[in-house]
Structure formats: structure tokens, C-alpha cells
């Protein structure tokens, strides 16, 4: 029998918020983590965005707030929701407010990189949830600007992106202040020493909850591989965004990783070169500038981004089709952060992978913690000669398209080309279609006319248009 909201405990006005966002069915992590928030437990939830974590803690955690029925505390909150972004921290008041609409619940957030003094004036009369960056929190205790003393709740969330982001020594203050009777929830994505060391510091007695992501997100989502030398990375991701070289999938919006906020800005750049918009987002970027980048994407009016993890961890895009690892992540878990924006709530998606000579052993350590399995992807055949700035591309013959990695997946057929039967079987939609612009057409501006691939006719990419 399938799980349903009803069955969960949560109230009326919780549950008719659920039905106005169309949501019919709990995830699994929410399935798992609603009746024991509702009991007043504390939860230590490992799981990432995507899994719909924030339901599964604000949603019951609303109704203890209601069932409570204190009042707002003068320059304090009720609940406090620590992030570590500000995209993510603005997504979870986002859906506070949604979800607590009908509760008549005050919802705050405050981040960096805004003005500290609104901050404090908004807050003044306090809240009933704050979401927060530690950083900015910290930055208003210390001027007495708010306070800890009235946190009924409190929600650690990504706890693993805060301390790599060096909010350790403010979370350590912030257990000072909070109220030693409270309820806390804490959730991460992956389990290192450190974290398990912060739950039993935050935590009493926590029910354990956990969504892997491998059981999730990488079994919905079809990884490529092109092995491809660093400095021929550039040229590829241009043939493929311009779609001169063909990869699986129909693009609607293309996350790529880089490694470091050079590199973010150095793709864009060289892609603008060619005529193919894309924004950056990363640290070095101001507020607006990362606000306007999401809100091209997310529209589809650049639906080119180039992220780092910092900046692109937590963020909620549905119709993510693609992320392109442009570099790989030197930890195997970032892997999975990075593919998972893709294959969101239930979609699918498609994650390639450029492994450089030099990244071997990333790749080696992300198959054998993750347990992905690759489609290897051919380069193109005169690659060599498109990398040095001559001629156009072909598409290589079919039997040169290989498998790396060939580990059987259960009864799971397996095909050995970029639209082998693996993608056929879990993506109808995508059978015999190349890769090719949806309206948002995310390398249009590169087309030079023609079908410069000379593939089979209906499975080639579009012409371009002038
Ligand atoms: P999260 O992991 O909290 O970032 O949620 C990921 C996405 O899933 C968000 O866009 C949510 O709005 C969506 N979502 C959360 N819960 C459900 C649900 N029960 N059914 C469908 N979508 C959901």
C-alpha cells in the first residue's frame, strides 16, 4: 500500500497546502521523517537536495509550531533553518512560506551579502521561522541584534557543505545559544567523522533516516563518459552544445561543473567567444549577479550555467536535462551533489563526464564509491582537426562506440551506443532522437548552417536556421 500525506498525521491546513502544490504522494525520505518530527523526535536525515528533504522537515515541523501555539518571540524566531548558501537558504524560506500559508506563520531569512540593516530591522519584532546563513546569524547575535533563546527547533541543513565552507566555529556558538530543550533536525548528504561528531553534539536519541543517493538519483539518471585531454575540453563542449557532435538527450537546460571559479568564468567566456551564452555562478559572483544567472536558467533564457560546487549545491531547478562534468570532482560524493540536479523529483536525466588523462583517479574513486556505471562516448572522428580550428566534424561509425565499465546490472538490457537500449528502455521519449535545442536551444548562437554531420537522416540534429 502506497504511503499518502493523510496517513502521516499532518493537519488540515498543512495537507491543503500539499494539495495546492500538486504533490500526491510523500517522497521516501518524507515518508520515513514527517510521523517522527511530529512526535517531537529528533532526526539526523542523510540525504541531498532533490529528495525533498525541506517538505520533510518544515511540513511537520510547522504543525509543531502550530500545535504549540507560542508567541513569536521579540527579536528571536521559533524555528531556526541554518543553510549553507544563500540560493539554498532562500529556496527553504521560499517553500516556509508556501507550506505554512494557511498556518499564519511569520517567515524570515536572512543571508550575506545583503544589507545587515534591514536585516536587523526585519527582525526586530522577531519571527516564527528564520532561515539563515551562519555567517549572518552570527553577524547579528554579536551586534544584539537578535537572539537564540526562543528556538523551539532547530534545523541543521547540508550540515556537510557548512563545515566545508568553514562555518564550523560558528555552528559550535550557535548549539551554545539555542535552548537546551528543543527538537533538532539535522541533515547531510554524506557521513565523515566530523558530522557524526556535530550530531551527537546537537542531537538527543535522533531517529536515523536515509535516502542514498545511489538508490535515488543514479539509478534515474544515464552517465556518459568522453575521455578527452584537458586542454580538447573547450573544443568538445562546444561541438556539443552547438550540437555538432551528437550526445544523448533532448537539452533543456545544461549544468556544467567546473572546479574553480576561474575555470567557471574562463568556459563562459571562450563560449561567448563562439557565440553560445552561458552565465557563471560561484562565490566570486555578486548577489544579483547569481539571482539574474539562476533566474535566466531557471526561464530558460540562458539555459547555459557554469557552476562551481560551492555555488551550485542545494540549488532547485526542475528540467535540469543534462550536467556536463566539464572537470571532475576530486571528491566522489561531490559526484553525486553535481548529478543529482539533474533527475529531480522523479525525472530523468543525463550526466556527462570529461575525464581528463590527469583525472583517472577521480573517475576510478567515483566508480567505486558510487557504483555508476558509464556509456563511454566516442569523440568525434576529426577531432583533432576541429581542436587546431579546421574543418567541421563527422560522426564516428558505430561499431568504435564502446562500453567502459561493463558491469552486468541486473536483467537490465544494455545497448552499446549513445542511444543503446539502456536510454531506450528508460527514456521512451528520447528513442532515436539526438541531442537537439528545445526552445531554449542552449547553443543556437554557434549554428553555421548545415548539417555538419552527415549522420542518418531523421537522426541527425536539426539544420540551423540562417
Ligand atoms: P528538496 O529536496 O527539498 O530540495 O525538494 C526537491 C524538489 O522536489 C522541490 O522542487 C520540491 O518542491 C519537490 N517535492 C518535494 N516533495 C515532493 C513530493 N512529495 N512530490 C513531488 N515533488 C516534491
Known amino acids: ?257 567546473t572546479r574553480t571559479k576561474h575555470g567557471a568564468d574562463r568556459v563562459v567566456k571562450k563560449l561567448s567567444q563562439k557565440g553560445i551564452p552561458a552565465n557563471a555562478i560561484h562565490g566570486n559572483k555578486s548577489q544579483p549577479q547569481r539571482e539574474r544567472a539562476l533566474a535566466e536558467f531557471k526561464k530558460a533564457k540562458t539555459p547555459i550555467l557554469v557552476a562551481t560546487d560551492v555555488a551550485a549545491r542545494g540549488i532547485d531547478i526542475p528540467g535540469v536535462s543534462h550536467v556536463i562534468n566539464y572537470e571532475l570532482p576530486n571528491v566522489p560524493e561531490q559526484y553525486v551533489h553535481r548529478i543529482g540536479r539533474t533527475a529531480r523529483a522523479g525525472a530523468d536525466g543525463i550526466a556527462i563526464a570529461f575525464c581528463g588523462e590527469d583525472e583517472r583517479a577521480y573517475l576510478k574513486d567515483i566508480r567505486k564509491t558510487t557504483d555508476a556505471e558509464f556509456e563511454r562516448l566516442p569523440l568525434p572522428e576529426n577531432f583533432r582537426a576541429v581542436v587546431e580550428g579546421v574543418g567541421p566534424t563527422k560522426p564516428p561509425p558505430k561499431q568504435q562506440r564502446q562500453r567502459v565499465n561493463p558491469k552486468p546490472k541486473g536483467a537490465r538490457p544494455q545497448g552499446d551506443t549513445p542511444q543503446g537500449n539502456r536510454s531506450k528502455r528508460k527514456h521512451p521519449s528520447r528513442k532515436g532522437k539526438p541531442a537537439h535545442a528545445g526552445q531554449g536551444n542552449p547553443g543556437g548562437g554557434n549554428r553555421r548552417g548545415g548539417n555538419r554531420r552527415g549522420g542518418k537522416p531523421g537522426n541527425a540534429p536539426r539544420a540551423a536556421q540562417g
Open 1 to 257: 500500500m502506497t504511503t499518502t500525506f493523510d496517513s502521516l498525521g499532518l493537519s488540515q491546513p498543512v495537507l491543503q497546502a500539499l494539495d495546492m502544490k500538486g504533490y500526491s504522494e510523500p517522497t521516501p525520505i518524507q515518508a520515513q521523517a514527517i510521523p517522527a518530527v511530529l512526535d517531537g523526535r529528533d532526526l539526523m536525515g542523510i540525504a541531498q537536495t532533490g529528495t525533498g528533504k525541506t517538505a520533510a522537515f518544515m511540513l511537520p515541523a510547522i504543525d509543531r509550531l502550530r500545535a504549540a501555539d507560542r508567541q513569536t518571540p521579540f527579536k528571536s524566531c521559533r524555528m531556526l533553518v541554518l543553510a549553507p548558501t544563500r540560493e539554498l537558504a532562500g529556496q527553504i524560506a521560499q517553500a516556509a512560506k508556501e507550506y505554512g500559508a494557511l498556518a499564519g506563520l511569520k517567515v524570515h531569512s536572512i543571508v550575506g551579502g545583503t544589507s545587515v540593516n534591514k536585516d536587523r530591522n526585519k527582525l526586530h519584532r522577531g519571527t516564527d521561522i528564520l532561515v539563515a546563513t551562519p555567517g549572518r546569524l552570527i553577524d547579528l547575535i554579536d551586534q544584539r541584534a537578535f537572539r537564540l533563546d526562543g528556538v523551539e527547533i532547530l534545523v541543521l541543513d547540508e550540515a556537510d557543505q557548512m563545515l566545508d565552507l568553514g562555518f564550523i566555529h560558528a555552528l559550535r556558538k550557535i548549539s551554545e545559544l539555542v535552548p537546551a530543550e528543543r527538537q533538532t533536525l539535522f541533515f547531510s548528504a554524506t557521513m565523515p567523522k566530523q558530522i557524526k561528531e556535530l550530531v551527537g553534539k546537537y542531537c538527543r536519541n535522533p531517529v536515523h533516516v536515509s535516502v542514498t543517493p545511489s538508490a535515488t538519483t543514479a539509478e534515474r539518471i544515464d552517465q556518459y563518459l568522453f575521455m578527452v585531454q584537458h586542454e580538447e575540453k573547450q573544443a568538445l563542449l562546444e561541438l556539443i552544445l552547438s550540437q555538432r557532435h551528437e550526445v544523448p538527450g533532448k537539452f533543456e537546460r545544461v549544468l556544467i561543473f
